[in-house]
């Protein structure tokens, strides 16, 4: 007949008994770890995407900036298509808006570091909600301070006109807005004029009112 093991010595063999330790620690550290991952793939997300806009907005000023003699609404047209190919995965005038304005001392007045004027203005992008406070006016506005922050201030002199690109855009999480809550990204850049004799937007192409980047259209 078979000697039944006592109670007694089964429990203490099962309590001295370590099989699956380290799988139930393992099991409480994952969530940590998920949390760690997942939250340093959203930080990195979120950088590149800062790196990204910024260096997008700085080669449409610089590019809007370059164009020598004249400008026509096909360069503006042409740059913005590069924007959008530079902006890649980030779809940028599907989820955002550039304003490209070009500013002019007001020749009106005699006072050029504090009376500047928009005299043009080109928009792209689906974003319908940019506060006007955010930009720096509209086409036409007359601007009786300097832009930009106190220290960067950005004036327009006699003949020397100055390309003020804005790009606002809602950041698109790699997973959940729970690790970072980021709403626009904003990125302001600016580039003097330099040789262009004619600063008025010119339409050679003869482009139809839909086909010009004017900011009443909210389209990508």
Same mark, same amino acid.
């Given at each position: ?7 007694? /010595?089964?429990?203490?063999?099962? @309590? ?11 099991? $409480? ?15 990195? #997300? ?12 700085? /080669? ?30 980030? +779809?940028?005038?599907? #989820? ?13 007045? !005699?006072?050029?570091? !504090? ?7 080109? @928009?792209?992008? !689906? &974003? +319908? #909600? ?26 327009? &002199? ?12 809602? $950041?698109?999480?790699? /997973? ?10 904003? $990125? ?11 600063? !008025?937007?010119?339409?050679?192409? #003869?482009?139809?009112? +839909?086909? &010009?980047?004017?900011?009443? $259209?909210?389209?990508?």
């Amino acid at each position: 007949m078979a000697t039944i093991q006592p109670a007694t /010595m089964l429990m203490r063999r099962i @309590c001295r008994d370590e099989a699956g330790l380290a799988l139930v620690e393992f099991a $409480y550290a994952v969530p940590f770890m998920l949390l760690l991952t997942l939250g340093g793939a959203e930080m990195a #997300n979120l950088a590149i995407t800062h790196a990204r806009i910024s260096s997008i907005t700085s /080669m449409v000023a610089d590019g809007v900036a370059r164009v020598r003699d004249r400008i026509d609404e096909n360069d503006i047209n042409d740059i913005i298509t590069g924007a959008k190919l530079a902006s890649g995965s980030l +779809n940028l005038t599907s #989820n955002g808006r550039i304003i490209i304005s070009t500013v002019e001392d007001n020749a009106a007045t !005699t006072t050029p570091t !504090t009376d500047q004027v928009i005299t043009w203005q080109r @928009c792209k992008g !689906t &974003k +319908n #909600n940019v506060p006007a406070a955010d930009t720096i006016g509209s086409e036409g506005a007359v601007l009786t301070n300097p832009i930009g922050e106190t220290g960067r201030q950005i004036t327009a &002199k006699p003949g020397n006109p100055v390309i003020i690109v804005q790009i606002f855009y809602d $950041y698109q999480p790699l /997973m959940t807005r729970r690790f970072f809550n980021i709403g626009t990204v904003k $990125y302001t850049s600016a580039f003097s004029v330099r040789d262009r004799t004619l600063q !008025t937007l010119q339409n050679g192409q #003869n482009l139809a009112a +839909n086909a &010009k980047a004017t900011c009443n $259209y909210f389209t990508s």
